[in-house]
């Protein structure tokens, strides 16, 4: 498996572009499994939903809005979030989602405890928290059992006021926070990705 960072700024259609690519090439020609890391340029996102309330009102938003094929409701990605996109061959990972899930959950609470914060999950709930307090949305996609989409960590304060324009992953009431808040220190997307990586290859391990 190789990691790829392809930095920061990256418009959401590129990086949709990228995913789409490195899926074809597993399935065509039986290509390298991929972990793109990246920051996206501003840009909200939601599952092709017919219910796409969490938006709230779209017009009013500070940046666009791409319907995309993964799971979920509305969320924001931007600077100072940290997002990956794992293209794995979930077929040599006994077609199992639920567990593809899971490992993306812990590879980010493992990291998260590197920071000396106390992450975990919450009953029912996709995605990291500490407490009530939500640090990373997932929402993934396959196709033909090849995975794409993936997570989205907040590492810095940049990337939260957007969040408040909208209900995000619909769910009322719900309090962002970001990596550097809950470890009260200053901590880079590029610390955070090096540190996220060893785990993620240790859980993703074929």
């Known amino acids: 498996m190789k990691t790829i960072r392809l930095g920061k700024n990256i418009s959401y259609e590129d990086g949709l572009k990228q995913q789409d690519a490195a899926v074809e090439d597993i399935l065509e020609r039986g290509g390298k499994e991929l972990l793109f890391l990246l920051e996206h340029a501003p840009v909200y996102t939601i599952g092709r939903l017919r219910d796409q309330s969490s938006l709230r009102d779209a017009t009013l938003l500070p940046a ?6 993964r799971g979920g409701q509305a969320t924001y990605h931007g600077p100072g979030q940290l997002v990956g ?42 995605g990291v928290w500490v407490e009530n307090r939500k640090l990373a949305s997932i929402g993934v996609g396959v196709r033909k059992w090849i995975s794409m989409h993936g997570f989205a960590i907040n590492v810095t304060a940049e990337c939260l006021l957007p969040f408040f324009a909208i209900t995000p992953c619909g769910i009322d009431g719900v309090v962002m926070s970001c990596v550097a808040q809950e470890a009260g220190r200053e901590i880079s997307v590029e610390e955070f990705a090096d540190a996220f990586e060893p785990h993620f290859a240790k859980l993703f391990a074929r």
């Open 64 to 69: 666009a809005v791409h319907e995309t094929n």
């Open 85 to 126: 996109y794992p293209i794995l061959d979930l077929r040599e990972r006994n077609r199992d989602l639920h567990a593809h899930l899971r490992n993306l959950e812990e590879a980010l609470i493992l990291t998260c405890r590197d920071f000396g914060i106390p992450a975990g999950r919450r009953d029912g709930l996709t």
